[in-house]
């Protein structure tokens, strides 16, 4: 009998994104190109301008990581084409959109507080802290959907070692870019939060090994629209605890606000771990949609890294510290 | 324009625009131009255009009073129609995808959640409304009883909203949008009646007057 195995397609067996992108780049030459002739302009500038418009080559012998699922990965396209990022707009493709132009080179992430070594890292330096990994994760986020991304970065902990905190350090305080230059949406009245947006873990979450520094996906760069070119991906806490497009990094003393929390604090709570049996005031959250399915699935304590996190909250009240 | 609005055949190009949004969302889904989260997106249009029909249908007798187009009533019920048409596609969205049918599930929920309440409200208040929207019934149930019922489409419109404004994270300019729209459509009846009522009134009390001096 001869039996037919189902291929096992990956992402990396999606189109590459290159050739989709010069695709697009092509296609916009096209239209462009008779303007550029008349003004004189060299049409190579436009086809590949220079800087690179989707800068970072790709990384190679990223490390596969432990703690990778093995679930399905969701396609690049929806991945960077369906997320929140309110410093570009609220609706989900809004980023995708309004954020192509960001400019995260030169980019450099301030490091302070309570460290032995108060440090500015480029970008160059924060890619070369340490080997880098493939981590595939999945991603929950508080509305209620949800995404499997192949991220790349290493763990949090390997930059927090290298400044030196202090015993005074219990708690790092994270902060995005803000220029409403490049962001003309990122105002409170737009978007109804504050900005510049900010995050915060306790120490020992921060330098739980699964929390991530990431600086891509996909084998690739971060997008724009994903939090490039540097963010925190913390896979059992909601989404909007893994903070976008970090330039500060503050080791402090006190639990530090977050900027849902100062929006809506009866609804979003500090420790925002992904959790069933714990509803969002206005909705449940004991199940979600993965992006690409019809039904609801249940959702997992912990998001499914209960084995790894759920001694961090011994004899803590998980409804209290929501 | 008054000759055009009494034409039986303006009817039909009325329909065809209201069908027209489930037509693009059709087209959409055919092209796989839904987006990555198809559900969500055929649920919030389907929110959205029956929060639109149920202003479409509030803004036609304040409308026709006011530019003086007594035929437009003769789509009002159309677009009311229209309106519970886009609602049951919008809970449709919700006992299946949502709720996997499910129907303790979603008992549970319209009990637990007000967000969930006053939608459902909503939308079982469009029913009756629904069924009586014909000749017949408002025929059986006579003119004034069942103006009385077709007001419960106040109660749905609010409860729409509510509903919407709940739904969001923060982002209220939209919901509120449509919160002021019903607002304005609400107080100009408010204002309509209370002016009435004052005319009314004020003869009421000449003929009074007129008996009691003669």
Not at chain 1, 186 to 200: D, H, R, S
Not at chain 1, 250 to 270: I, M
Not at chain 2, 46 to 68: A, E, H, M, Q
Not at chain 2, 83 to 101: E, I, V
Request: glycine share 6%.
């Amino acid at each position: 009998m001869l039996i037919q195995r189902k291929p096992k397609l990956t992402y990396a067996d999606v189109t590459p994104k290159e050739l989709y992108f010069n695709r697009r780049k092509f296609l916009k030459a096209m239209g462009i190109a008779g303007a550029a002739a008349f003004a004189g302009k060299n049409l190579l500038d436009i086809v590949s301008p220079p800087g690179g418009v989707h800068a970072g080559a790709k990384f190679t012998n990223l490390i596969k990581s432990p703690f990778s699922t093995t679930e399905k990965t969701n396609s690049f396209e929806d991945v960077t084409h369906y997320n929140n990022f309110y410093e570009f707009g609220i609706d989900k493709d809004a980023p995708a959109k309004n954020a192509q132009k960001f400019r995260t080179s030169p980019w450099t992430v301030s490091v302070e507080g309570e460290v032995k070594t108060k440090r500015k890292f480029t970008m160059d330096e924060v890619l070369k802290l340490a080997p880098l990994e493939e981590r595939i994760y999945r991603h929950r986020c508080v509305e209620g959907w949800s995404i499997v991304v192949p991220w790349v970065g290493f763990s949090f902990n390997v930059l927090a070692k290298l400044v030196e905190p202090t015993p005074k350090a219990q708690f790092v305080a994270f902060e995005s870019d803000w220029d409403l230059g490049q962001m003309p949406n990122a105002k409170p009245a737009l978007a109804g939060i504050e900005f510049p947006y900010v995050e915060g873990l306790r120490m020992d979450e921060a330098m739980h090994p699964l929390t991530l520094l990431s600086v891509g996906m996909y084998g690739d760069s971060l997008p724009n629209q994903d939090g490039a070119p540097v963010r925190m991906v913390i896979p059992w806490k909601y989404g909007f605890k893994s903070i976008k497009s970090i330039v500060k990094i503050k080791f402090v003393a006190k639990e530090p606000p977050t900027t849902w929390n100062l929006a809506n604090s009866h609804e979003y709570g500090f420790y925002s771990n992904v959790n069933p049996n714990v509803d969002h005031p206005r909705w449940s959250q004991a199940k979600e949609r993965r992006l690409g399915e019809i039904y609801r699935r249940n959702t997992l304590m912990f998001n499914g890294y209960q084995d790894q996190v759920a001694s961090l909250y011994t004899g803590m009240d998980l409804k209290k510290y929501y | 324009m008054p000759s055009l609005l009494a034409n039986k055949w303006t009817k039909v190009p009325v329909f065809l625009f209201c069908l027209a949004p489930l037509g693009v969302l059709v087209w959409c889904a055919l092209t796989a131009n839904l987006g990555a989260n198809p559900v969500e997106f055929i649920q919030h249009a389907t929110g959205d255009w029956t929060l639109r029909f149920l202003v479409f249908t509030l803004s036609i007798t304040p409308l026709r009073k006011l530019l003086k187009l007594p035929d437009l009533i003769r789509f009002r019920r159309m677009l009311g129609l229209f309106a519970f048409f886009y609602a049951c596609l919008h809970f449709l969205t919700y006992l299946g995808p949502d709720q996997s049918f499910d129907l303790s599930a979603i008992w549970r929920d319209v009990a637990k959640r007000p967000f969930i309440t006053v939608g459902f409200t909503a939308f079982v208040l469009l029913i009756p409304l629904a069924i009586t929207s014909t000749a017949g019934w408002i025929r059986r149930l006579g003119g004034r009883r069942w103006q009385m019922l077709h007001r419960a489409i106040y109660i749905s419109a609010i409860c729409g909203v509510i509903h919407y404004y709940w739904l969001v994270k923060s982002a209220v300019l939209r919901p509120l949008t449509y919160a002021a729209i019903v607002a304005v459509l609400l107080l100009w009846r408010l204002g309509d009646w209370l002016i009435r009522r004052g005319r009314t009134m004020a003869t009421a009390a000449k003929t009074q007057r007129a008996s009691a001096s003669g």
